[in-house]
């Protein structure tokens, strides 16, 4: 079933006319007579495609009793929407990327691979099924990015008061609010119903000594001790430092040399504050060792690791992802995982793990 390209509009039709006396009416009418009413009105709606407005000139109904009868039909069952389930086996773009990575592949919808528009769909698709991860209690961690932002705005409310959600990487950006890691797992909190602890750090400090002394502060190690507690992990992945992708990233903290450094030494992308190579490998740099993150060998003791990326400029960031053997799964749309399939398959590499 359908639903009419047009829909409930404001304006003259929605003020009340002379159809709405029938309110008055529809309590005196028999329950048979009411729930034909609703039937009809559904039909015109679902079936012959017809918009509010259409349907209040038909009945002389206004569009507003018209909108409060479809609603009344959902409520008593005249209507039902069904969709259908997702598929009981993964296709063959799922099974091969596993394959060739090595981790658990799910493939969100998707056909653009502008990156703005890639990132923030997939984070939204991958919502609903991605809310099924989540433990009911202990402590969930994840990082900041734009497609982490959208999916945890997406995400559907719960209640899980034993959960603990953390930031695992610092991030106070104003300027960059999809950045700002602290805010991001504050609204995971508030849609779970759980318990957020804040990370007061920034993302970058200014040199590696004041990092060390940050990292060993008690306002920051009473969020940083439930890093090694954690359940779940659910982080983002920056493209290449040689990418712009129309929306502010962690690589924008560098100047254009460090920009030339990072590309230099083969970085193709930042996976939840640690820069990686194609082939999985972690590249050194004082870059890293300025910005508070979860550590490697920490990340790699948590239980279930998500990865979640999507755009024409990750496409080398996850595979780098899965070959760093740190994500039991790995969240990203059809063009990118086409993308990085055509990659792996250029370079005739095996998976690292």
């Known amino acids: 079933m359908t639903v009419p390209s047009e829909r409930n509009s404001t304006g003259s039709g929605d003020s009340t006319g002379s159809g709405d006396s029938a309110d008055s009416g529809d309590a005196a009418g028999s329950a048979s007579s009411q729930r034909e009413m609703l039937r009809l009105v559904s ?11 259409a349907i209040a000139s038909l009945t002389g109904f206004s569009i507003s009793k018209v909108s409060r009868l479809l609603a009344a039909a959902r409520a008593a069952g005249v209507v039902r929407i069904s969709i259908e389930n997702a598929p009981s086996e993964p296709p063959p773009l799922v099974r091969a990327l596993s394959a060739a990575l090595g981790v658990e592949v799910w493939i969100t919808p998707g056909r653009d691979t502008a990156p703005t528009l890639a990132a923030r769909l997939c984070g939204v698709a991958a919502a609903p099924r991605l809310a099924e991860e989540l433990p009911a209690d202990g402590a969930i ?7 982490v932002e959208a999916l945890v705005g997406a995400m559907p ?5 034993r959960t603990v959600v953390v930031p695992l990487v610092g991030g106070w950006d104003s300027s960059n609010p999809h950045l700002n890691s602290n805010e991001i797992a504050r609204r995971l909190a508030d849609r779970l119903g759980a318990t957020v602890r804040l990370l007061h750090a920034p993302g970058l400090l200014d040199n590696e000594a004041t990092t060390t002394a940050l990292l060993s502060d008690s306002a920051v190690t009473a969020t ?5 507690e954690l359940r779940l992990a659910l982080i983002g992945m920056s493209g290449a430092p ?3 992708p129309g929306y502010g990233t962690v690589m924008d903290r560098l100047d254009d040399a460090g920009r030339s450094r990072l590309a230099a030494k083969g970085a193709v992308g930042d996976v939840a504050g640690h820069l990686v190579r194609l ?8 870059w890293e060792r300025r910005t508070i993150s979860i550590p490697i060998e920490t990340l790699r003791k948590v239980p279930r690791v998500v990865g979640i990326a999507a755009g024409s400029n990750k496409v080398e960031t996850i595979v780098a992802a899965g070959r760093t053997g740190l994500l039991h799964l790995l969240i990203t749309d059809e063009p990118t995982a086409v993308a990085a399939l055509k990659l792996l398959g250029s370079e005739g590499a ?3 793990g």
């Open 279 to 286: 082939d999985g490998s972690f590249v050194a740099d004082e």
């Open 157 to 161: 409310e719960a209640n899980q008061p």
């Open 141 to 147: 961690g994840l990082t900041g990015g734009y497609t």
């Open 43 to 53: 039909e015109l709606y679902y079936l012959r495609q017809l918009g509010q407005p």
């Open 242 to 244: 040689r990418f712009a």
């Open 350 to 352: 095996a998976p690292h």
């Open 224 to 228: 940083t001790r439930f890093w090694g």
